[in-house]
C-alpha cells in the first residue's frame, strides 16, 4: 500500500526532482545579483477585464500619487481570451479606453516586451496564463499575474518553475488580500485567528473550475487571514450559493461563501483569541497596485508561492467536492495529480 501524499511533503520532495516552489519567500537577492528594472515602462497582456483599464486610470493620471512611483502603462497587447464571449466583447471599447490615456496597442507580446520593463497579465481567461507568461519570463521581465493565476493547480506550479529556472520573480493575487481590515487581522489585531468566514460573489463560467473564476476573490480573503494548511474540504452546492467548509490541519475552521444573488459584496469574519473582527469593505484596487509597485520596485514577493498555490487546491477540492455531492476531499490527492501533471507540462518547458 502506498504512502499517503500530503501537501508538506510535495513541498520538500519536488524540490529534490526538480519540480521545487523556490518562490515561497523574499526574492530580493535575484536583484542583488543585477535584475533590477531599468525602467518604469509598464506593459499590460489583456484587454479583456475592466482591471486594465482601471490600473490605467491610476497610473497614467497626471497628478498619480507618489506611491505609485512614476510607473505609467506605455504599452498593450490586447488579446486576453479568445473564446469567452464576455470577456472578447470588452475588448475593442478597453482598447478604445486605455489608448486616451497614452498607451500604445501592439499586435504581440514580443511587441510588447521591446517596449516595457515590467508586465501586468490581465488576461481574464486563466487558461491562457501559461502561454502568455512563457515569453515574459524568458524575457527576464518581472511579472504580476491578475486572478486567477491560472484555470488549474497544475498550470499554476507550472508557472512557479518556470518562473523559478529563469530566475524571474513572479505573483498573484485579488485585490481582496490587500484591504485594511485584512492586513489588520494579519499584523495581529485580534491575535491567533482561530477561524473565519469570508464571503463573495461566485459567478460561474463553463471553461474554469467553478471558483476560479470570481469565487477566488474570497477564498484569497480567506486564506490571507487564516494562512495555509488546509487538509480537506466539503462543499455544498446550489443554483445561487455555494458554501465550502475547510478544515487546516491545527483544527481550525475556515468558510468560503459563493453568492449568485442578490447584492455582490465581500467581507467576512475573522475569530481570534482577542476577539472577532468584520473582514470588508472591498475597497478598491490601490492597495494591490500599491503592493504591486513596491514588488516591480524590489522583487520582494508580498505573496508566497506556497500561499497561491493552496488556494488553487482549496478550489479544485471544492469541484471534487461537488462532483461526489459534498463528500469530503483531501487536498493531498489534489496536490498529488497536479504535481504530475506539471512534470508532463515542464519537460515540454524546460
Given at each position: 500500500m502506498t504512502q499517503p501524499f500530503n501537501r508538506r511533503k510535495f513541498i520538500k520532495t519536488t524540490a529534490v526532482t526538480g519540480i521545487g516552489l523556490g518562490f515561497m519567500g523574499n526574492v530580493s537577492p535575484l536583484f542583488a545579483k543585477g535584475r533590477e528594472p531599468v525602467g518604469k515602462r509598464v506593459g499590460i497582456i489583456g484587454l479583456d477585464t475592466s482591471h486594465s483599464v482601471e490600473y490605467t486610470k491610476v497610473l497614467n493620471a497626471t497628478d498619480a500619487a507618489p506611491e505609485f512611483g512614476g510607473y505609467k502603462i506605455v504599452a498593450a497587447y490586447p488579446q486576453g481570451s479568445l473564446d469567452i464571449e464576455s470577456s472578447t466583447s470588452r475588448i475593442p471599447g478597453y482598447i478604445e479606453e486605455v489608448k486616451k490615456r497614452g498607451v500604445e496597442i501592439v499586435d504581440s507580446i514580443p511587441a510588447l516586451l521591446e517596449k516595457v520593463d515590467v508586465v501586468l497579465l490581465e488576461t481574464n481567461d486563466g487558461r491562457r496564463h501559461l502561454e502568455q507568461a512563457i515569453p515574459v519570463l524568458k524575457a527576464g521581465k518581472v511579472m504580476f499575474i491578475d486572478k486567477p493565476i491560472a484555470a488549474s493547480l497544475a498550470d499554476a506550479i507550472t508557472?512557479?518553475?518556470?518562473?523559478?529556472?529563469?530566475?524571474?520573480?513572479?505573483?498573484?493575487?485579488?485585490?481582496?488580500?490587500?484591504?485594511?481590515?485584512?492586513?489588520?487581522?494579519?499584523?495581529?489585531?485580534?491575535?491567533?485567528?482561530?477561524?473565519?468566514?469570508?464571503?463573495?460573489?461566485?459567478?460561474?463560467?463553463?471553461?474554469?473550475?467553478?471558483?476560479?473564476?470570481?469565487?477566488?476573490?474570497?477564498?484569497?480573503?480567506?486564506?490571507?487571514?487564516?494562512?495555509?494548511?488546509?487538509?480537506?474540504?466539503?462543499?455544498?452546492?446550489?443554483?445561487?450559493?455555494?458554501?465550502?467548509?475547510?478544515?487546516?490541519?491545527?483544527?481550525?475552521?475556515?468558510?468560503?461563501?459563493?453568492?449568485?444573488?442578490?447584492?455582490?459584496?465581500?467581507?467576512?469574519?475573522?475569530?481570534?483569541?482577542?476577539?472577532?473582527?468584520?473582514?470588508?469593505?472591498?475597497?478598491?484596487?490601490?492597495?494591490?497596485?500599491?503592493?504591486?509597485?513596491?514588488?516591480?520596485?524590489?522583487?520582494?514577493?508580498?505573496?508566497?508561492?506556497?500561499?497561491?498555490?493552496e488556494i488553487c487546491a482549496f478550489m479544485e477540492a471544492a469541484d471534487e467536492s461537488r462532483l461526489i455531492n459534498g463528500g469530503t476531499v483531501n487536498l493531498d490527492e489534489i496536490w498529488k495529480r497536479a504535481r504530475k501533471e506539471a512534470q508532463k507540462k515542464l519537460k515540454e518547458l524546460i
Open positions: 508557472i512557479f518553475e518556470v518562473a523559478k529556472h529563469y530566475k524571474v520573480p513572479v505573483f498573484s493575487s485579488s485585490s481582496l488580500r490587500f484591504m485594511s481590515s485584512a492586513q489588520e487581522v494579519v499584523d495581529g489585531k485580534i491575535g491567533k485567528v482561530l477561524g473565519a468566514d469570508a464571503y463573495s460573489p461566485c459567478t460561474l463560467e463553463k471553461t474554469h473550475p467553478d471558483f476560479f473564476w470570481y469565487g477566488i476573490h474570497g477564498v484569497e480573503l480567506l486564506y490571507t487571514v487564516m494562512g495555509t494548511g488546509c487538509k480537506s474540504l466539503v462543499r455544498v452546492h446550489t443554483e445561487g450559493t455555494d458554501v465550502a467548509v475547510g478544515t487546516w490541519e491545527d483544527g481550525r475552521i475556515g468558510t468560503f461563501r459563493g453568492t449568485r444573488t442578490g447584492k455582490h459584496l465581500y467581507g467576512g469574519t475573522a475569530y481570534g483569541e482577542n476577539g472577532n473582527t468584520v473582514l470588508g469593505p472591498f475597497e478598491g484596487y490601490n492597495s494591490l497596485l500599491t503592493e504591486i509597485i513596491q514588488f516591480f520596485q524590489t522583487g520582494n514577493v508580498p505573496v508566497k508561492a506556497e500561499d497561491t498555490l
